[in-house]
């Protein structure tokens, strides 16, 4: 998988290019210096990208594993273990650019910037206990920061700037893209958690979560044919619009009405790998819930295809 930078998709005859973004941001608010460092930083890996020929983006946000040096000095050790990280995701769903889907998965931890949680950091779940924005302890409880380094206002800003926005231009890009090419297009936001986290939720989490912000971010016809398929399959426990109805990505992009449709899949890490550390992947696990992975996103790709234009 190629490694990018933080431009947005566009095509050219003889490859892929890159062209600065020019849609408003949620960063054009920003003080110019912040803007100005954000433009040099640019060069840096922001995501990891990879351009494909179906109506159909994977999004993977919570990937990411880098935590910049100046950050990481002001961590607890517990923040430095990534427990809270969707651990495998990229090696779980490679197949998905052989199917000819889009990809993009974050390359900063959660715990830099959670990609996934909105620019003003609304709770997405009023009345429940959530991590915000930039988290200050993990699912666990545990503290991010030592004492007294917490990131202030203004570093939550620069933050935005540098490592959240990048990714969320990068995505809107490509759903544009696919859009003109397609007229409909699915975006898929795969991520993952331990199947057990008492902070969120009470038991043992079903294994496969689907969401779709209650119906409004995707045509139910396109739930249907994923969740089919996964029923059709048998052996994994399922919810539609539970505990997870989807995250911010999900909430803001999928407009039907747009040819826009967003679902959410949160997988309990419980199917593919072990999740204590070192959080090792369990191919004999993998191997089992991959096939079922590859014929939901394919009943998705068919499921958009019937709708394009091109």
């Known amino acids: 998988m190629r490694t990018v930078t933080s431009h947005p998709i566009s095509r050219r005859r003889n490859g892929w290019c890159w062209r600065a973004p020019s849609p408003p941001t949620a960063a054009s608010c920003l003080p110019r210096c912040i803007l100005e460092e954000a433009r040099l930083q640019t060069d840096s890996a922001n995501y990891h990208a990879d351009a494909g020929t179906l109506p159909l ?18 961590m607890t050790p517990a923040a430095l273990l990534k427990a809270d990280t969707d651990w495998h995701l990229r090696e779980l ?8 889907a889009s990809t993009l998965a974050a390359h900063w931890s959660r715990y830099v910037i ?15 206990d959530t991590t915000g924005l930039c988290p200050l302890d993990t699912f666990a409880r545990e503290p991010l920061y030592q004492p007294g380094r917490a990131p202030d206002d203004a570093e939550v800003r620069r933050r935005l700037a540098l490592y959240w926005q990048p990714y969320h231009e990068a995505l809107q890009a ?4 696919l859009l003109r090419l397609h007229g409909r297009v699915v975006l898929w936001e795969a991520h993952s958690i331990a199947s057990v986290v008492p902070r969120f939720f009470e038991g043992k989490l079903p294994d496969l979560n689907f969401g779709s912000a209650d119906g409004a971010s995707c045509a139910p016809a396109l739930m249907e044919a994923v ?21 911010h990505i999900t909430r803001i ?16 890490q419980s199917t593919y790998m072990n999740e204590t550390a070192p959080f090792a ?16 996103l394919g009943a998705a790709a068919v499921w958009a295809g019937e709708g394009s234009t091109a």
């Open 174 to 177: 490509e759903l544009d893209r």
């Open 57 to 74: 983006l994977v999004s993977m946000p919570h990937v990411g594993t880098a935590i910049p040096g100046d950050i990481a000095a002001a």
């Open 253 to 268: 992009h999928g407009r039907p009405a747009a040819g826009i449709h967003a679902l959410q899949l949160e997988m309990c």
């Open 281 to 296: 992947w369990r191919p004999d696990l993998a191997g089992q819930v991959q096939p079922l992975l590859r014929r939901m």
């Open 93 to 100: 769903y490679g197949f998905a650019r052989e199917l000819g």
């Open 114 to 128: 959670d990609l996934n949680r909105p620019a003003d950091n609304a709770n997405l779940y009023p009345g429940q």
């Open 227 to 247: 969740t089919g398929a996964a029923r059709a399959d048998g052996r994994y426990t399922i919810a539609v619009n539970g505990r997870f109805k989807g995250g």
